[in-house]
């Protein structure tokens, strides 16, 4: 067996953690004005974002609310922007999410 090394840079400036698919509930306003609402799967999160994964398309720019736990009374809410949504092969979208300096 060889030893294989990689000299592929991490280009993360935080710590991420994988979400295993965990549902959050997510709040946007579209580009009609109507305030959406969603339970999405939050794919990763780190403290200078999330990456989700949802149905629908969000437009980047898009300001949103990623709220964890709603149910629960010590719910946590997190205000971002949508700075990437791309559609995967099927059919769903990776939505990233930058949070608002002061959110973290």
Same mark, same amino acid.
């Given at each position: 067996?060889?030893?294989?090394?990689?000299?592929?840079?991490?280009?993360?400036?935080?710590?991420?953690?994988?979400?295993?698919?965990?549902?959050?509930?997510?709040?946007?306003?579209? +580009?009609?004005? %109507?305030?959406?609402? /969603?339970?999405?799967?939050?794919?990763?999160?780190?403290?200078? *974002?999330?990456? &989700?994964? =949802?149905?629908?398309?969000?437009?980047?720019? +898009?300001?949103? %609310?990623?709220?964890? /736990?709603?149910?629960?009374?010590?719910?946590?809410?997190?205000? *971002?922007?949508? &700075?990437? =949504?791309?559609?995967?092969?099927?059919?769903?979208?990776?939505?990233?999410?930058?949070?608002?300096?002061?959110?973290?």
């Amino acid at each position: 067996m060889s030893d294989i090394t990689s000299n592929e840079e991490d280009r993360r400036q935080s710590f991420r953690l994988d979400m295993e698919k965990e549902l959050v509930d997510i709040v946007w306003t579209d +580009s009609a004005g %109507v305030e959406r609402q /969603k339970k999405i799967a939050c794919l990763d999160f780190s403290r200078g *974002g999330l990456k &989700i994964d =949802c149905d629908q398309a969000i437009e980047p720019q +898009s300001q949103a %609310v990623v709220i964890f /736990k709603a149910a629960n009374p010590n719910s946590q809410k997190l205000h *971002g922007r949508v &700075i990437r =949504c791309i559609k995967q092969d099927n059919g769903w979208f990776e939505i990233a999410l930058r949070l608002d300096e002061n959110a973290q």
